[in-house]
């Protein structure tokens, strides 16, 4: 999911769910950089259905379930490489409600947990924020769970940009105009008012509520969320490379996503992924 609205929850209830739950951290938290993805829950039918076709919704949520573990093991590698003045720890911000156990059986318990489900996309990223920064972090990240391959490095690069003195945003602009990481070290609500959620123009939109406030913006580089099969197939040509084996990589080398390896690997034996990708792209075709 880039981070461009398709998270939300769908109630219009003003008592949607913000619940939170600390769990285990991975830094001390004085200082460090709290970096929670944005994580749904694992339901056939109602995760990555934008897959569907090509996958069926069993395949697509067990998709979900591998990109979250890969998302979390990323998190955490970079919490192990993290400079000692810009210390990271995890966090899963998750959905819906009454999630929470799904969350613990399927991330290491280094991840801690934080409710965040509300009507509006833009609210649940604000309230995450402000979550982490009143769990004590000097900083505070929203990260997609679309990107299991994401460069490690980009993660410990926002955390050191977010480390140097003076009020700034990092932004991780994503291939497809929304973005894949947004970090603040100030609960700026204006951050996340007045944006197209869902469209290309959400990155954008984000520079110029930064350039109303006067907000610096250090630029990550840019990278891509798996949204249709073409996604699919570019994640799995990356990860047909040689894993790392937790050793930091240099520059833009692609986190070798485990769990989402090994689940393709298993997918492109069993399907004619050709065949389907036709399929798909036919029906996208007729929804337009």
């Keep these: 999911m880039t981070l461009t609205g398709r998270f939300a929850g769908n109630s219009s209830d003003d008592?949607?769910?913000?619940?939170?739950?600390?769990?285990?951290a991975t830094a001390s938290?004085?200082?460090?950089?709290?970096?929670?993805?944005?994580?749904?829950?694992?339901?056939?039918?109602?995760a990555k259905t934008r897959l569907v076709p090509p996958l069926s919704f069993d395949?697509?949520?067990?998709?979900?379930?591998?990109?979250?573990?890969?998302?979390?093991?990323?998190?955490?590698?970079?919490?192990?490489?993290?400079?000692?003045?810009?210390?990271?720890?995890?966090?899963?911000?998750?959905?819906?409600?009454?999630?929470?156990?799904?969350?613990?059986?399927t991330l290491p318990g280094a991840i801690g947990l934080i409710g965040a489900w509300l009507p509006n996309f833009g609210a649940c990223l604000h309230h995450t924020i402000r979550e982490l920064l009143a769990r004590g972090h000097g900083s505070a990240v929203v990260l997609n769970a679309d990107s299991p391959t994401l460069p490690t490095a980009f993660l410990i690069e926002a955390a050191e940009a977010l480390a140097r003195p003076g009020d700034?945003?990092?932004?991780?602009?994503?291939?497809?105009?929304?973005?894949?990481?947004?970090?603040?070290k100030t609960a700026h609500r204006r951050m996340f008012e007045d944006i197209a959620w869902s469209t290309e123009q959400v990155a954008a939109q984000t520079l110029e509520r930064a350039r109303e406030i006067n907000l610096e913006v250090h630029h990550l580089s840019v990278w891509y969320d798996v949204d249709d099969i073409d996604d699919l197939r570019?994640?799995?040509?990356?990860?047909?490379?040689?894993?790392?084996?937790?050793?930091?990589?240099?520059?833009?080398?692609?986190?070798?996503?485990?769990q989402?390896?090994?689940l393709l690997n298993r997918l492109w034996r069993e399907h004619d992924f050709g065949r389907r990708a036709d399929s798909g792209r036919q029906a996208d075709e007729a929804r337009a």
């Design 15 to 24: 008592k949607s769910i913000l619940a939170a739950d600390s769990g285990a």
């Design 234 to 258: 570019r994640l799995k040509d990356e990860l047909a490379g040689e894993p790392l084996d937790g050793r930091r990589p240099a520059g833009h080398a692609p986190h070798y996503a485990a």
């Design 168 to 184: 700034r945003a990092v932004l991780g602009p994503s291939s497809d105009g929304g973005y894949y990481l947004l970090g603040l």
């Design 260 to 262: 989402t390896a090994k």
């Design 29 to 46: 938290v004085a200082g460090s950089c709290g970096i929670a993805f944005m994580a749904k829950a694992s339901t056939p039918g109602r």
């Design 59 to 105: 395949e697509a949520a067990a998709l979900n379930t591998a990109f979250l573990r890969d998302v979390a093991d990323n998190v955490l590698l970079a919490a192990r490489h993290a400079a000692p003045l810009a210390g990271i720890a995890g966090y899963a911000a998750h959905g819906p409600p009454g999630s929470e156990d799904f969350f613990r059986r």
